[in-house]
């Protein structure tokens, strides 16, 4: 007896449609035998992970804080998956999204620079991230260098910068010598939505982004031609669309949504710039890419679920001393299982007896 | 039971009365939706019989053996096997029980050999050594030379179905399906796949055999069985009937003769390809070699040849697909047009309909309102300020469908769910709808049915009436006798120059093909050019 992998004659829409559920299903089963391993009561730990940052209003806004970047990098991401161009360095590009609006906000600190201050440092956080990204993308149309490894490579590059930076020439006077720049000035910050709360304007931008990705995909001619050139590469190329171009627009648009998101959370949330504003939110954002099926609206739900693993791993780690890195473990296990569950829209398991005797009987 | 099917099903010659039929199905239906692909279809397959399959193009053939091959699951009835109802989970059981099947398209990878082809084809875990020695007998003892040490991108089609057909018979099949093999093959292919299928008939085992060309399943078949609308309407004896009334069966009623409206005039020079010479793209392409022909609106110029001798490289130069340097090789509309992107050529008002219907002519996985965009984004005024008109596109799938017959289970469904005559239909009205000065076409009825077919032709050469210029590629020396004026001959890269069609005999354009000129001065003129 034997388990193969079969390929469907008719695409599965039902599968394709659970695929992600059964995906967060398996990992739930995984992770409760992982607990179980760790000597920790898998339902308490499920509980602190899924139910507990639901319960109360800060946890539901810290939800929205980490999910704002999640969604903004994965639906950048998303335009190139679709477009089959493969942009790993979202992290990277967040980063030097970061540094460049952190540039604005440090030169302009203790100046009495006026309102413009924010809104030029999200268009330059944005440029930054998409020439950032464009390195890879041009190494790949230029060269055919795989976009895969420059893109990841250059976060290092991008991570490294931002640490010479922290350290040296912009680090805060007054800081007792932390790697980190001064608070930054109030006109160098995102406005919070709620007085003394944590929900910030970034929310209403992750969500423009949302309803923006829709619109392009789905009603204009550049959303159809992302669709033709990573579905049917030779269609497309007979439709007139250039599949270089589009590698070219695809990473361009990502860097610059995954700079904004970069700082947004350096200029929200976080207030100034130093090492590890980011728990991996450009690696995280390619499951979240995933598992909302490279659907802008998918994603938004994605993106919130995500961000609930890490407000819960947190939780987590307070109340029952589990490591902050299982959290890792989890988004790892989720990636795993939406990609393994995604063949199953096109093949199916099958159960094989060898039956060579059979098939070789008479004739 | 027994009874009953018996009365359902009378065998057509009597002959086999009092053994059970190999392979039956019993009211066999497959529903899409509200569709009914297949609708209650009763056939009886015997051993030692060559089995047609015939209907018009979405009549549910495919549809029917696929069920049978374990592709796909009927909604309702039976399958029975040597008398035992049986239900496949997949094409891997019904290969262990003794059905094989060819497809249409073949499922090889250019760059292994053709043995390695075959291993990755079989379900067995015999090794690779003694499977290649298996290969070598079964080709030696069909009659289907292979090499197993060749890659396959070196073969011609014919042989690349020769190994989809050793595949198929390592497994030693007793009932083989084969879905429309000829369509790509030359007459000479043709004549020796009808051998082998004569010899495997002779061994005992059952063939059923899809085909639009009716000449060749007189000559070859048994029995017939023909498909209308996903019902059975007929089995019969197919040599004793013509290939007229056959077609009558399938359609259930006349079909239109092509006619060559009167008082075509030929105008100015629409497309001019001047010395174009191209070096392949690929590893494996032709290089095109000096290139020069005019095409007058009005008239039809038709290109034929052996597939593989640079076609599809001039179809890609012609289309834009290939930019060319020198922008004066590719004429269009008196504007030169070599370095222009499809797009541009498109906008001179070319169309272009390519060979392969799935994955280049159309994206299998989208609808048809957005395979009617992935053409017409450029001149349809289907797209206003870069937003999709979704009601345009939807028109064109629409007036398609009416035009030109394209049956399909809904009304804006994926093009892959189409069965291939109709997609190829509905290709040839999107690009026709659009009033092209320029088409240029590869194949226009491959795989389409005959009443379709001479809807397409009749299309084409109201086209050419009209005033446009049309370029046809195809394998059918019939076809363009039937509607070309001249006719010119591909071989190794290099065109022949045109001959009109009164004087383009079979002689002549086989000798073409075959790659000698047809006067020894011209080709001293062509060499010296
Ligand atoms: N997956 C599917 N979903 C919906 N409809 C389908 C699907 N597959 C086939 N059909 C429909 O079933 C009908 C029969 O298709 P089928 O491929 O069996 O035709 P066919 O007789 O083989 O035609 P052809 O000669 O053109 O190959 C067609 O109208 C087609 O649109
Ligand atoms: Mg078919």
Redo the contacts with the bound molecule.
């Keep these: 007896m034997q388990l193969v992998l079969e390929k469907r004659a008719?695409r599965s829409n039902t599968i394709a449609l659970v695929s992600p559920l059964i995906a967060i299903g398996l990992t739930i089963v995984t992770m409760t035998i992982l607990f179980a391993i760790l000597g920790k009561n898998p339902l308490l730990a499920l509980h602190a992970y899924f139910v507990a940052p639901l319960t109360d209003s800060y946890s539901l806004q810290e939800i929205a804080v980490k999910a704002t970047p999640l969604v903004m990098i994965a639906i950048g991401l998303s335009l190139c998956y679709l477009a089959n161009a493969w942009n790993i360095g979202a992290e990277g590009q967040f980063l030097i999204g970061a540094v460049a609006g952190s540039w604005i906000a440090v030169k302009t600190q203790g100046t009495d620079a006026g309102a413009w201050v924010l809104p030029a440092m999200l268009v330059l956080a944005a440029a930054a991230g998409a020439l950032y990204a464009l390195i890879p993308a041009i190494c790949k149309v230029k060269f055919g260098a795989s976009e895969i490894l420059t893109s990841l490579m250059l976060v290092y590059v991008a991570d490294l910068f931002l640490d010479y930076l922290v350290r040296g020439p912009w680090r805060d006077p007054h800081g007792f010598n932390f790697p980190t720049t001064a608070e930054f000035d109030p006109v160098a910050t995102v406005p919070l939505l709620i007085e003394g709360g944590r929900l910030h304007l970034g929310s209403i931008i992750a969500l423009l982004v949302v309803a923006a990705a829709a619109i392009l995909l789905g009603r204009t001619i550049k959303g159809f031609e992302i669709r033709v050139v990573g579905a049917a590469p030779r269609a497309a190329r007979f439709g007139g669309f250039n599949a270089n171009q589009l590698i070219i627009l695809t990473f361009a648009v990502s860097g610059a949504l995954a700079g904004l998101a970069g700082i947004i959370e350096v200029a929200g949330p976080v207030g100034h710039l130093q090492p590890g504003i980011s728990p991996g939110y450009g690696f995280t954002a390619i499951i979240v890419a995933f598992l909302g099926r490279l659907n802008p609206l998918g994603i938004l739900i994605a993106g919130l679920f995500l961000a609930l693993t890490f407000i819960g791993g947190e939780q987590a780690q307070i109340a029952m001393k589990i490591p902050l890195d299982v959290t890792k473990v989890f988004q790892g296990i989720l990636l795993f299982y939406v990609l393994a569950c995604d063949s199953l829209i096109l093949y199916r398991f099958k159960l094989v007896f060898p039956n060579r005797q059979v098939a070789r009987g008479t004739g | 039971m027994q009874a009953h099917q018996r009365m359902l099903d009378p065998t057509p010659n009597g002959l086999h009365s009092g053994e059970s039929p190999l392979l039956q199905t019993l009211g066999l239906t497959k529903r899409?939706g509200d569709?009914l692909?297949n609708d209650s279809i009763d056939i009886d397959i015997w051993p030692k019989e060559i089995h047609a399959l015939l209907?018009e193009?979405?009549?549910?053939?495919?549809?029917l053996v696929k069920a049978i091959y374990g592709l796909i699951q009927p909604s309702a009835g039976e399958i029975r096997w040597q008398g035992a109802r049986i239900v496949l989970s997949g094409p891997s059981e019904a290969r262990s029980r003794g059905i094989g099947m060819v497809f249409q398209h073949f499922s090889l990878f250019d760059n292994l050999t053709v043995a390695e082809n075959v291993a990755l084809g079989l379900d067995g875990r015999e090794s690779f050594k003694d499977m290649s020695a298996r290969l070598e007998q079964v080709s030696k003892t069909y009659g289907l030379p292979l090499d197993p040490k060749r890659e396959v991108w070196q073969l011609s089609v014919g042989e690349r179905q020769r190994i989809e057909i050793v595949r198929a018979l390592m497994q030693d099949p007793k009932f083989l399906i084969l879905d429309e093999p000829t369509a790509v093959l030359t007459p000479q292919e043709a004549d020796q796949l009808f051998i082998v299928l004569e010899r495997l008939k002779a061994e005992g085992r059952a063939i059923l055999y899809i085909s639009h060309k009716l000449e060749e399943v007189k000559r070859l078949c048994d029995t017939a069985t023909i498909l209308r609308g996903g019902k059975k309407v007929e089995t019969c004896n197919p040599r004793l009937e013509t290939a007229a009334s056959l077609a009558r069966m399938m359609v259930g009623g006349e079909i239109k003769e092509v006619k060559a409206p009167a008082g075509r005039q030929t105008t100015v020079p629409r497309l001019v390809v001047n010395d174009l010479s191209l070096a392949p793209s690929e590893a494996h392409g032709v290089r095109l070699e000096h290139i020069s022909f005019e095409l007058k609106g009005g008239e039809i110029l038709g290109i034929a040849g052996v597939a593989g001798n640079g076609q599809d490289e001039l179809f890609a130069a012609l289309s834009g697909e290939r930019l060319s340097r020198d922008p004066g090789t590719v004429v269009i509309e008196g504007i030169a047009a070599g370095h222009l992107s499809i797009t541009q050529r498109r906008k001179l008002g070319a169309a272009f309909v390519p060979e392969e219907r799935l994955g280049h002519g159309t994206a299998p996985r989208m609808r048809l309102s957005e395979n009617a965009l992935l053409t017409g984004h450029a001149a349809s005024g289907m797209v206003r300020r870069g937003f999709i008109d979704t009601a345009a596109t939807l028109k064109t799938v629409d007036r398609a469908t009416e035009t030109f017959d394209v049956?399909?289970?809904k009304r804006d469904?994926e093009a892959a769910?189409?069965?291939?005559?109709?997609l190829q239909k509905f290709i040839v009205g999107r690009e026709i709808l659009r009033n092209p000065a320029v088409l240029v076409v590869s194949q226009p009825t491959w795989?389409v049915?005959a009443g379709a077919a001479a809807v397409i032709r009749q299309a084409l050469l109201d086209l050419a009436t009209a005033g446009a210029a049309v370029l046809v590629t195809s394998q059918d020396l019939d076809e363009l006798a039937e509607i070309a004026d001249r006719i010119a001959v591909m071989f190794h890269g290099r065109l022949s120059a045109p001959l009109a069609t009164s004087e383009a005999t079979r002689e002549k354009l086989g000798l073409l093909m075959g790659g000698s000129s047809l006067e020894p001065k011209e080709a001293a003129h062509a060499v010296g050019a």
Aim: no cysteine; glycine share 24%.
């Design positions: 008719e | 899409y569709f692909a209907g193009n979405g009549a549910g053939k495919s549809t049956r399909k289970a469904p769910s189409l069965s291939g005559g109709n795989g049915d």
